[in-house]
């Protein structure tokens, strides 16, 4: 469950971007202004991301404030999935990430999954769309909406790249450290449960 601190934090940020997005009083932009500052205030104080990176998340963000959209690809051989080795924390991962504009989801996980892991595949069954608040108990400054599909592999091998430096296989019952921001035991556990019933129902949180 989220922490009420940054679920106050979210919503200061939300109501600050729609009033400076909207608001032509300079009086009402110089508040909103501030609420945002609250916002990043909190963040700072509450979270190792750091002022600056706080900032670059925030505060160059216009238009109405919506969920951000992750995606990702589970990939399974037998009783093994694989997961790729995040450059960012050495932890890993089912390849994914943001989901790019101009591009269907189900386009995007395909993509991610060819960066990621240099796998050519096609994403063919939705496991399902997660409010990620809601399914890991990890601090996160935007509200994401995580989708997932099972992935059917054509061809392809790894190559290293700036995002990730390795990917493998993994025995379900020897996962390695995962990066839990982008992937858990749970999750997983879902994906092979979608992989293996063919009456399996999405879950929509």
């Known amino acids: 469950m989220e922490k009420k601190w940054l679920a106050w934090a979210k919503q200061l940020q939300s109501i600050a971007q729609a009033g400076l997005t909207y608001s032509t009083n300079k009086y009402d932009r110089e508040r909103f202004e501030q609420i945002r500052e609250m916002s990043v205030d909190i963040l ?3 979270t190792d991301a750091g002022e600056e990176k706080i900032r670059d998340l925030f505060c160059f963000e216009t238009g109405y ?3 951000k ?3 990702r690809g589970a ?8 997961l790729v080795k995040e450059s960012i924390d050495g932890c890993w991962s089912m390849p994914g990430g943001w989901a790019d504009i ?3 989801v189900k386009e995007n996980i395909e993509k991610e999954a060819r960066e990621e892991a240099g796998l050519h595949v096609v994403a063919k069954k939705l496991v399902g769309v997660f409010d990620w608040a809601k ?3 990890l601090p996160n400054p935007f509200a994401i ?6 992935c059917d592999v054509i061809d392809g091998a790894f ?3 700036i995002e990730t430096e390795d990917a493998r296989y993994f025995d379900l019952n020897h996962l390695p450290e995962l990066s839990r921001g982008r992937t858990t035991e749970t999750l997983i556990e879902l994906c092979y449960e979608a992989s293996q019933d063919n009456a399996f129902i999405p879950i929509i949180d």
């Open 44 to 46: 700072n104080n509450y």
């Open 65 to 67: 404030q919506t969920p």
């Open 69 to 71: 959209v992750d995606v």
């Open 75 to 82: 990939i399974f051989r037998q009783d093994t999935i694989l």
């Open 102 to 104: 101009g591009l269907s």
């Open 135 to 137: 399914n890991v108990d």
């Open 145 to 150: 909406y995580k989708t997932v599909m099972l």
């Open 159 to 161: 190559q290293k790249n």
